[in-house]
């Protein structure tokens, strides 16, 4: 990856970082050709109380792991991550109604293998909200924000094989499912397999356009 680049694909000589307001700006003119319904805000202190509650919810939890992380754990989880100067290594945001201050999820782009330009992207929604099209409006804008503005080479996602809901949304939003890992994690007396979505560079303007 390029270690000069602003939230819309300039180039500035020196640059390897980028600022909260550069993160949002891209992931707004990214979503200039959608319906517009959803912004994304970098995870701040004020996000605090939903980001906990989200991440305590049941059906947040369901194929992640057998219990709730507790309010201290989730809440140094991402103080950690309030205030870090975002770089190329990861972004985190939460997922607002567009005309409202109503937050509906979370999602996230994180390096895997800087070699090659790949990143992982991962979400997770209120269900209250859920079959409103919201999150796929949400990761749509950040696989765009990926590809224009970090230009990544290669987007991939993870879902347990059970969690048809984030299988149906990797499809939503155009990315081609490449296989199975088998028996990745246990979650009580069961052995879980985990399915793998992706989207290259040379096929993600057409899929996102």
Known sequence: MSDSFTGHGQSVSGRNTMTNIEIEDACRSAALQGTGRV??????????N???????????IEFERERAQSVDEITRHYRALIGRQPDEKSVHLVVRLA??????????????NSEIGEFETGWAS????????YMTEAVTMV????FRSLKAHRVVAFCDSLNTRSERLMIRVGMTREGKIRETKRLG???????????????SESRLS
Do not use: N
């Not at 912004?39 to 605090?48: A, F, I, M, N």
């Not at 209120?126 to 099209?133: P, V």
């Not at 696989?143 to 990926?146: I, P, R, S």
């Open 143 to 146: 696989l765009k924000y990926a």
């Open 99 to 112: 005309d409202s201050p109503t937050l509906v999820g979370r999602v996230r782009l994180v390096p895997l």
């Open 126 to 133: 209120a269900e209250e909200f859920w079959g409103r099209g």
């Open 39 to 48: 912004t994304l805000e970098v995870v701040h202190e004020r996000h605090l």
């Open 50 to 60: 939903f980001l906990v509650e989200l991440d305590q919810r049941p059906a947040t």
């Open 189 to 203: 007396e069961s052995w879980h397999d985990e399915l793998v979505y992706s989207m290259l560079d040379g096929e």
